[in-house]
């Protein structure tokens, strides 16, 4: 521990200034009290002048310290302890999941400079530069991104992705994984499939009531029934109108279903 006697030092983390210590400042006292290493670097930014203070005479000076007030600082160091452990934690849990919805809010249709938009996910996230890696690994293994050298030829330097969309789906199908649910799209029956890939060449009448849209569904596929219809109203595919007491094709959510459908081995990460 270190008190600053006269002058100012700053702390840096890889080169970046965190924050200066004034005249009068203490610093590493977390560091003493939980016998860890300062992991910061630090250096005087103008002459000064500092007393070092080490583990025994911090025990001497405790000796003399009432009850009370030890309690108080033993409080204060736990607290310490604790917010230091919280801030250096991930706070994902998954880098996998994390790291899509990180990229689909970030790609615009061109290539991502990797070492840029990684190094901000990390500073962002706090996630392991090694569980990024593992993450980034597996998204082209799923064949969802792409990597590709840059025009010096520098390997790897940009990412590209051809389907945007599939990392939304992504995250929702690992939401789900890690809420022990099955992801929608991914339980649908082969049947129940086949109505959706029907319903996906519907362009020009969107709206029907609940027996046209039966009738409908039979042209492909003959076993359809009211049964495909329920289900694909709770699953919002179809919306009930309440003035007209039809049913409207969301067309976006039937697309979402489909992309997922027929990515399916990319999101499960199976067979690849």
Not at 138 to 159: M, Y
Request: charged share 25%.
């Amino acid at each position: 521990m270190v008190y600053v006697e006269d002058g100012e030092l700053n702390a840096f983390d890889k080169g970046k200034l965190l924050y200066k210590m004034p005249k009068g400042s203490l610093v590493g006292v977390s560091a003493v009290m939980d016998h860890s290493k300062f992991k910061h670097d630090i250096s005087a930014s103008i002459n000064s002048t500092l007393a070092i203070i080490d583990e025994s005479a911090l025990a001497a000076i405790f000796k003399k310290a009432p009850n009370w007030l030890l309690a108080i600082i033993n409080s204060i160091s736990k607290r310490t302890r604790s917010l230091k452990q919280s801030l250096e934690e991930p706070i994902f849990a998954d880098p996998l999941q994390s790291l899509s919805k990180f990229l689909m809010l970030h790609y615009e249709g061109e290539p991502l400079e990797a070492e840029k938009v990684l190094k901000e996910f990390l500073w962002q996230t706090r996630a392991s530069k090694d569980s990024v890696q593992n993450a980034v690994r597996e998204l082209v293994r799923r064949n969802i991104l792409k990597l590709f050298p840059d025009q010096s030829g520098k390997q790897n330097a940009l990412i590209s992705i051809e389907k945007p969309q599939i990392l939304e789906i992504l995250v929702d199908y690992l939401r789900c994984q890690h809420q022990n649910k099955i992801y929608p799209p991914l339980e649908l029956s082969q049947r129940e499939r086949a109505c959706l890939e029907f319903l996906a060449l519907e362009d020009s009448i969107l709206i029907h009531n609940s027996g046209e849209w039966i009738k409908y569904l039979q042209i492909a596929t003959p076993e359809a029934s009211i049964v495909e219809i329920i289900k694909f109203q709770e699953l919002g595919i179809f919306k009930h109108l309440q003035e007209t007491n039809k049913l409207h094709l969301e067309k976006k959510i039937l697309e979402n279903f489909l992309l997922a459908i027929h990515n399916e081995r990319s999101l499960t990460g199976s067979a690849l």
